[in-house]
T-cell receptor, first 115, second 113 residues
Framework: AQSVTQLGSHVSVSEGALVLLRCNYS??????LFWYVQYPNQGLQLLLKYTSAATLVKGINGFEAEFKKSETSFHLTKPSAHMSDAAEYFC?????????????FGTGTRLKVLA | GAGVSQSPSNKVTEKGKDVELRCDPI?????LYWYRQRLGQGLEFLIY????????KSGLPSDRFSAERTGESVSTLTIQRTQQEDSAVYLC???????????FGAGTRLSVL
């Protein structure tokens, strides 16, 4: 069965500091992995996706993530945090094994950016 | 349309009433998903539609929940005899194909009093 674990339900960083949000996955098949951001009272917006091409994936708003098979990780990073990055971030793996490709989500990490 | 559209954006209902939530996927997207997001929790899968294939209903929490989809267009999620534990944000997503990224609507916030 596929699963996703996000370490740290809350992360605080100073404005201008590195953002690192952790995601580890479990999958019996090569995974498709995604990061989404959710601003208050809004739906989920796709940040980036990994679908077995380049292991370093660049997304919107300066975010990127690196797929590391040996570590079963897909951590999200951004070199310099902006106040506007404050939101909740979800990592998801696509359930290919069932054939539906439904997403299995992590529990989310709420990012707080300090001035 | 330009994005996934959900209506209503907010719904307040009394315990025991039926509610119907609507989702308009992105035009041309064959796959449609419903998820539920309870306060302070992650998202849980409810049901999936792909073209003319039988839907995957494995995530529906009880037989009070049902969903339909007309062809590759609108979907409705119906909750009968609502309970307080049904209070949540219901999110709809669509994707162009199975391996494609899912694009989400803004959700319907359901409050059962």
């Amino acid at each position: 069965a596929q699963s996703v674990t996000q370490l740290g339900s809350h992360v605080s960083v100073s404005e201008g500091a590195l953002v690192l949000l952790r995601c580890n996955y479990s999958s019996s098949v090569p995974p498709y992995l995604f990061w989404y951001v959710q601003y208050p009272n809004q739906g989920l917006q796709l940040l980036l996706k990994y679908t077995s091409a380049a292991t370093l994936v660049k997304g919107i708003n300066g975010f990127e993530a690196e797929f590391k098979k040996s570590e079963t990780s897909f951590h999200l990073t951004k070199p310099s945090a902006h106040m506007s990055d404050a939101a909740e971030y979800f990592c998801a793996v696509s359930d290919q094994a069932s054939g539906t490709y439904k997403y299995i989500f992590g529990t989310g990490t709420r990012l707080k950016v300090l001035a | 349309g330009a994005g996934v559209s959900q209506s209503p954006s907010n719904k307040v209902t009394e315990k025991g009433k039926d509610v119907e939530l609507r989702c308009d996927p992105i035009s041309g997207h064959t796959a449609l998903y419903w998820y539920r997001q309870r306060l302070g929790q992650g998202l849980e899968f409810l049901i999936y539609f792909q073209g003319n294939s039988a839907p995957d209903k494995s995530g529906l929490p009880s037989d009070r929940f049902s969903a339909e989809r007309t062809g590759e267009s609108v979907s409705t999620l119906t909750i009968q005899r609502t309970q307080q534990e049904d209070s949540a944000v219901y999110l709809c997503a669509s994707s162009q194909n199975l391996a494609g990224a899912q694009y989400f609507g803004a959700g319907t916030r359901l409050s059962v009093l």
